[in-house]
């Protein structure tokens, strides 16, 4: 139940963030826009959550998690409600500030509750399931942002959404549980939630989290490029209709990343049986095989080719990322986890939202594919990254944390 409530709270989340970037070229025509400008409203929302993350990840270890969701949920859905009825360009830039101040307290507390009822068995599964809907939210936000926006205007979509959010707050307030799961009140005395200074000084003396961390940083720079700038590309390069780059551009990636990361939780739980170390080394690998499909943009000026490697790395990449997250709370242990997610959010929105206006600047130099091309070094660095913290850290740390393999 919680795995599936999330599912759909996910995919709300996932469309309101990103279906604006379907609807930049409605946005450069009316509110004057230009490419670094679209970059700014990409960057503003992810430093918002960024900063907001570490207080969300505070309170997700000392509240109810299933209430922090259901506010969360509502506000964040208000919010979108409200950014349809801006008139001035500033007033955009502040709602998209505003949406990732509240968005910020969803994941911890969502990520967190997943732990508390589900052991090392299924840990990862489920939190695919809850990441499913990431990538079906992104689709669906893009796809009807463009179809929408083509016919109605971009304010249409972005208070659709945000009604339908208000609507499902209403509902998942009566289903997300109000009490600690299993898993967390299975969790040592010793292990019960401390201050966050103390939390967070914890977990960053821990080295394999240190790992984990950057290497969701990494991750998140190439994640965040692609979500806000591939449908710009599909129109700029395939001359694409504004519905049908609004589609194709979240839906390359989503639902490749999504069946990618469908595949990767049950492989990464079924590789975590001979020890949980072994997701880091399985995150590593799948890696390091995405990373040269992405020179694909500069290497070939087929189509058909780059849909192809695109799908590909979105594939790999989806099954890596599935390995974070269960790592991640095996490291921080039941009472830190939202603190943890909160952590890495942070440092995660910071550097993608700086990639993200990074690129709307090189847009002019390099073009869109020399950007996307360069990912490739970025991930190669993050697979020896993992490579080298699965030789040195993991294992001895894992055994500190007190994480063990199911059987």
């Known amino acids: 139940m919680v795995a599936a409530v999330l599912f759909f709270c996910s995919t709300i989340n996932y469309a309101d963030r990103t279906s604006i970037t379907a609807l930049f070229p409605l946005l450069k025509a009316d509110l004057g826009y230009s490419d670094v400008a679209l970059g700014a409203l990409g960057s503003v929302f992810l430093w918002c959550y960024a900063l907001a993350s570490p207080l969300a990840g505070f309170w997700g270890d000392r509240v109810s998690r299933g209430r922090l969701i259901v506010g969360s949920l509502a506000t964040w859905s208000f919010v979108m409600v409200l950014t349809g009825l801006v008139s001035a360009p500033w007033q955009l830039l502040a709602m998209r500030g505003a949406l990732g101040l509240v968005e910020a307290m969803y994941l911890p507390a969502a990520l967190a509750l997943v732990s508390e009822y589900h052991g090392q068995s299924t840990r990862a599964s489920a939190m695919g399931v809850v990441a499913l809907g990431n990538f079906i939210g992104m689709v669906l936000g893009g796809s ?130 001979g020890g949980a170390h072994r997701r880091m080394l399985l995150q590593a690998l799948l890696i390091a095989c995405a990373a040269p499909l992405l020179l694909a943009f500069v290497l070939t000026r087929n189509h058909y080719a780059i849909l192809t490697a695109l799908v590909l790395y979105s594939f790999l990449r989806g099954g890596a990322d599935l390995n974070l997250l269960p790592l991640m709370t095996d490291l921080a242990g039941p009472n830190r986890s939202s603190t943890a997610v909160g952590l890495t959010n942070m440092a995660n929105n910071l550097t993608g939202g700086l990639g993200v206006f990074i690129a709307g600047y090189l847009k002019a130099g390099f073009g869109l594919e020399g950007v996307f091309a360069g990912l490739a070094a970025i991930l190669a660095l993050d697979a020896v990254m993992l490579y080298t913290g699965y030789r040195l850290f993991l294992r001895d740390d894992l055994r500190a944390a007190g994480a063990t393999a199911a059987s």
């Open 144 to 273: 009807l942002a463009g179809y929408l926006g083509e016919f109605y205007g971009w304010r249409t979509p972005l208070m659709v959404l945000g009604v339908a959010g208000l609507l499902l707050a209403a509902v998942v307030w009566f289903l997300l549980p109000a009490r600690r799961g299993p898993e967390a009140l299975l969790s040592p005395p010793s292990s019960a939630a401390v201050s966050f200074p103390r939390a967070a000084s914890q977990l960053l003396r821990i080295p394999s989290f240190l790992v984990v961390g950057a290497a969701g940083v990494l991750t998140a720079i190439g994640t965040w490029i692609f979500i806000n700038w591939l449908p710009l590309y599909f129109q700029e390069n395939l001359s694409m209709t504004l519905a049908t780059a609004g589609f194709f551009g979240s839906s390359v990636v989503s639902l490749s990343s999504a069946a990618g990361q469908a595949a990767g939780g049950l492989l990464s739980d079924r590789v975590a049986r």
